[in-house]
């Protein structure tokens, strides 16, 4: 609460998605709880996959904005678990 209310940002994503792995209740993490503005738009989804691959052993929700930024997600998921595409399905 020290920061007050204000868009989000990259550093806040990455602390919400540290503090969700603390908690054992929580199995599963939605699509970017906080948006990165500072970060350009169309590639912003990366950044927060890549956020929750390394931060977390939790599975998420992949963004719906298109069938690129979906695959995208299933792809990196992939590469993150030693497996193909066709073994994630």
């Given at each position: 609460m020290e920061r007050g209310r204000r868009a989000g940002n990259l550093r806040d994503y990455c602390d919400l998605t540290r503090l969700a792995q603390h908690f054992n209740c929580i199995h599963m993490l939605g699509n970017?709880?906080?948006?990165?503005?500072?970060?350009p738009a169309n590639s912003r989804h990366l950044d927060t996959y890549f956020a929750n691959l390394t931060l977390t052993d939790k599975s998420f929700h992949v963004s719906a904005i298109g069938r690129g930024?979906?695959?995208?997600?299933?792809?990196?998921?992939?590469?993150?678990?030693?497996?193909s595409l066709d073994q994630m399905c």
């Open positions: 970017q709880v906080c948006a990165p503005v500072e970060l930024r979906a695959l995208d997600g299933i792809e990196m998921m992939a590469i993150s678990r030693g497996l």
